[in-house]
């Protein structure tokens, strides 16, 4: 299931890279048996982002969106 939703990701990634934000659900509110590591999740969202969009997905769009007046 992780491996389609990173394929999910990538195909986005290719064709709207200015459209992606990155997000979690830290502090992990929701009552889970397992929950995942937080290095784990930046390992994860690293490996599926291209390294010329990670600006763009994990800070860029963001601003973009939230401050641009």
């Known amino acids: 299931m992780a ?4 394929v999910d990701f990538n195909t986005l990634s290719a064709h709207h890279p200015k459209r992606l934000l990155w997000a979690s659900d830290w502090p992990h509110t929701e ?4 929950v995942p590591e937080d290095d784990d999740l930046i390992a994860l969202s690293l490996s599926v982002v291209p390294r010329s969009d990670q600006a763009a997905v994990f800070a860029d ?9």
């Open 61 to 69: 769009n963001a601003k973009a969106l939230y401050f641009a007046h």
């Open 31 to 34: 009552m889970f048996e397992a």
């Open 3 to 6: 491996g389609d939703r990173a």
